[in-house]
T-cell receptor, first 115, second 108 residues
Framework: NAGVTQTPKFRVLKTGQSMTLLCAQDMNHEYMYWYRQDPGMGLRLIHYSVGEGTTAKGEVPDGYNVSRLKKQNFLLGLESAAPSQTSVYFC??????????????FGPGTRLTVT | AQRVTQPEKLLSVFKGAPVELKCNYSYSGSPELFWYVQYSRQRLQLLLRHISRESIKGFTADLNKGETSFHLKKPFAQEEDSAMYYCALIEGAQKLVFGQGTRLTINP
């Protein structure tokens, strides 16, 4: 199993450009998440999904959109990139079985720089 | 809103010395707390969770509801413990709320 994979690993964008980050998981997990990691701020949740076809906003959703058309994929889009979106982006997934909290499995991250 | 605070951004100790990484939280209800770790050039991974009451790689963490703390401890630090450590709690829909992280450096 590859676990959680992210594409691309690195990207440099100019202000105003758009791009899509792809997250894929092969563990048949229901839940998927997008976080951003910034120095001194830990990881903050951008958007998440509790199942195919459903998405919801997290703590810092502005400037991002997501889609979960297939259970194994969770896409994060930046329509018009801004320098404030320079960050490392992590995708994660977890199973869902009732009320038990399960471990989240993280991808390797995507380092995005917006100039 | 739920919050997790890790007061130390950086922590440096010598090999063999005890380690304590602090974590405080605010949560209305019974929290579920975790420690995640990120070693150099590796992805973030679960270290331990409070409901398991387990010891992983020599680390333990006890939930103290009175002090709203979940400090991570290890009696004798090893060089391979150098990493970024995040305390986190679960809120609805299995969402994790992370602290700011503590970078632990173990000096030889």
């Amino acid at each position: 199993n590859a676990g959680v994979t992210q594409t691309p690993k690195f990207r440099v964008l100019k202000t105003g450009q758009s791009m899509t980050l792809l997250c894929a998981q092969d563990m048949n997990h229901e839940y998927m998440y997008w976080y951003r990691q910034d120095p001194g701020m830990g990881l903050r949740l951008i958007h998440y999904s509790v199942g195919e076809g459903t998405t919801a906003k997290g703590e810092v959703p502005d400037g991002y959109n997501v889609s979960r058309l297939k259970k194994q994929n969770f896409l994060l889009g930046l329509e018009s990139a801004a320098p404030s979106q320079t960050s490392v982006y992590f995708c994660a997934s977890s199973p869902h079985r009732g009320l038990v909290s399960y471990e989240q499995y993280f991808g390797p991250g995507t380092r995005l720089t917006v100039t | 809103a739920q919050r997790v605070t890790q007061p130390e951004k950086l922590l440096s100790v010598f090999k063999g010395a005890p380690v304590e990484l602090k974590c405080n939280y605010s949560y209305s209800g019974s929290p579920e707390l975790f420690w995640y770790v990120q070693y150099s050039r590796q992805r973030l991974q679960l270290l331990l969770r409070h409901i398991s009451r387990e010891s992983i790689k020599g680390f333990t963490a006890d939930l103290n509801k009175g002090e709203t703390s979940f400090h991570l401890k290890k009696p004798f630090a090893q060089e391979e413990d150098s990493a970024m450590y995040y305390c986190a709690l679960i809120e609805g829909a299995q969402k994790l709320v992370f602290g700011q992280g503590t970078r632990l450096t173990i000096n030889p």
